[in-house]
């Protein structure tokens, strides 16, 4: 395969389409104070609250270590809070505080806008046969080899 060859395959692609994701993300969530991994997990915890770290670092595609700091950030900031002691073993539930849903609802306004003008090619049909594909490629990749 030749080096021009090498840009036109679908990893190459799909790593270029993530970098220009997430450098408008990056931009984006700037000027909500947020970084893209802290949107991730506050997305996440918007829809399913008390979320370990463990589930939230899977779930943002970090390491469990990077979201002990994306964790500890955002405690900072007053966007989501965690007990000092777990209920039980060793898991601390997260939740999303009330400036934390604020900031999430508008940061989310934002990143829709991005991922429209990102689609904006795309019918809704198109757009639904992209996301099986992708779902598609992501299952075959997980499984055995």
């Known amino acids: 395969m ?11 692609q799909l790593k270029r389409v993530q970098a220009a994701l997430r ?4 931009g984006a ?9 802290q ?14 770290n463990a589930e939230l670092a899977r779930g943002a595609f970090v390491t469990r270590q ?3 700091v994306v964790l500890r950030n955002l405690e900072d900031a ?22 934390g849903e604020r900031t999430l609802e508008a940061a989310r306004a ?6 429209r003008r990102m689609t904006a090619g795309l019918d809704r049909a198109q757009v639904e046969v992209l996301l099986r594909q992708l ?6 990749l997980s499984g055995p080899a």
């Open 23 to 26: 450098a408008a993300m990056d």
């Open 78 to 99: 007053g966007l989501v809070s965690r007990p000092s002691t777990a209920p039980s073993g060793r898991a601390l539930p997260t939740r999303l505080t009330e400036a």
């Open 39 to 52: 949107y991730a997990c506050m997305e996440l915890l918007g829809r399913q609250p008390r979320l370990s």
């Open 110 to 115: 934002d990143v829709l806008t991005i991922e």
């Open 2 to 12: 030749t080096q021009e060859d090498a840009t036109r395959t679908i990893g190459y």
């Open 135 to 140: 779902d598609d490629m992501a299952d075959a």
């Open 66 to 68: 990077s979201m002990n």
């Open 29 to 37: 969530l700037r000027a909500h104070g947020l970084t893209t991994p």
